[in-house]
């Protein structure tokens, strides 16, 4: 009897332990789609807060309050470092990055990561400004081109132009499965998201960024 009991606890463990392990992949995979698919595309239905792009039920009171994990590099950073950063961010190092930046924006802008859906400090900022690059401080998008995708990232339909170009490198990514147009800062080459077709007019472009990848400057008035 006493073995049959210790056989049961142990086939109970590893059971638990294999559901544990499957929700946390699910997890994982229902924030890619969250960030990668369009709202719209796949609830058919009007933007309902709560509801994430996969059709799953997310928190969004909870998670929306700030983490606190994104801040303007120039509040305490090294004057010469900054320097270097914004002026010639080619010759910055990894672990000046790290120096430079908070973990969550290292993780993101220098190590391709991908920021929780709703926490980022300028998903609902409605100011008029400039959106800058958190790495390099290089203009990226105009606020008059920020909408609300439902995504829980900030979202922009078009860039800053300067002349016929931007300060964006796109380039194919193939991870996750999914086939889709990485966006890089041109200048430091800092990760910033992703672009789609399925943007509102007249581009009908959805720039997917991460907010631990901006800076935010205010328009003075």
């Given at each position: 009897m006493?073995t049959f009991?210790r056989?049961l606890?142990?086939?109970?463990?590893?059971?638990?332990?294999?559901?544990?392990?499957?929700c946390?992949?699910s997890a994982?995979?229902i924030?890619?789609?969250?960030q990668?698919?369009?709202?719209?595309?796949i609830?058919?239905?009007?933007?309902?807060?709560?509801?994430?792009?996969?059709?799953?039920?997310?928190?969004?009171?909870a998670?929306s309050?700030?983490?606190?994990?994104?801040k303007?590099?120039?509040?305490?950073?090294?004057?010469?470092?900054l320097?270097?950063?914004r002026?010639?961010?080619?010759?910055?190092?990894?672990?000046?990055?790290?120096?430079?930046?908070t973990?969550?924006?290292y993780?993101v802008s220098?190590?391709?990561?991908?920021?929780r859906?709703?926490?980022g400090?300028?998903?609902e900022?409605?100011?008029?400004?400039m959106?800058?690059?958190?790495?390099?401080?290089a203009?990226?998008?105009?606020?008059k081109f920020?909408?609300?995708?439902?995504?829980?990232?900030?979202?922009f339909?078009?860039?800053?132009?300067?002349?016929?170009?931007?300060?964006?490198?796109?380039?194919?990514?193939?991870?996750?499965g999914?086939r889709?147009t990485?966006?890089?800062?041109?200048?430091?080459?800092?990760h910033?998201?992703?672009?789609?077709?399925?943007?509102?007019?007249?581009?009908?472009l959805?720039?997917?960024?991460n907010?631990a990848?901006?800076?935010?400057?205010?328009?003075?008035?």
């Amino acid at each position: 009897m006493h073995t049959f009991r210790r056989m049961l606890r142990g086939r109970t463990a590893l059971v638990f332990t294999v559901l544990l392990n499957t929700c946390q992949k699910s997890a994982r995979g229902i924030q890619q789609i969250c960030q990668f698919q369009p709202f719209w595309k796949i609830v058919r239905k009007p933007l309902v807060s709560g509801t994430c792009a996969s059709g799953a039920f997310v928190s969004r009171m909870a998670a929306s309050k700030y983490s606190g994990t994104e801040k303007d590099p120039a509040v305490d950073a090294d004057p010469q470092l900054l320097n270097k950063a914004r002026e010639k961010p080619q010759e910055m190092n990894d672990e000046e990055w790290q120096e430079l930046l908070t973990s969550m924006q290292y993780q993101v802008s220098r190590g391709h990561g991908t920021e929780r859906a709703w926490t980022g400090l300028h998903n609902e900022n409605k100011e008029t400004g400039m959106y800058k690059c958190v790495c390099c401080n290089a203009d990226l998008f105009p606020s008059k081109f920020k909408f609300d995708s439902g995504s829980g990232w900030p979202s922009f339909y078009d860039t800053l132009k300067i002349g016929d170009s931007d300060n964006i490198e796109r380039k194919t990514d193939g991870s996750f499965g999914m086939r889709r147009t990485e966006v890089l800062c041109k200048r430091c080459n800092a990760h910033l998201g992703h672009v789609f077709n399925d943007g509102p007019g007249p581009t009908k472009l959805r720039y997917c960024i991460n907010s631990a990848s901006l800076n935010f400057e205010k328009e003075e008035k």
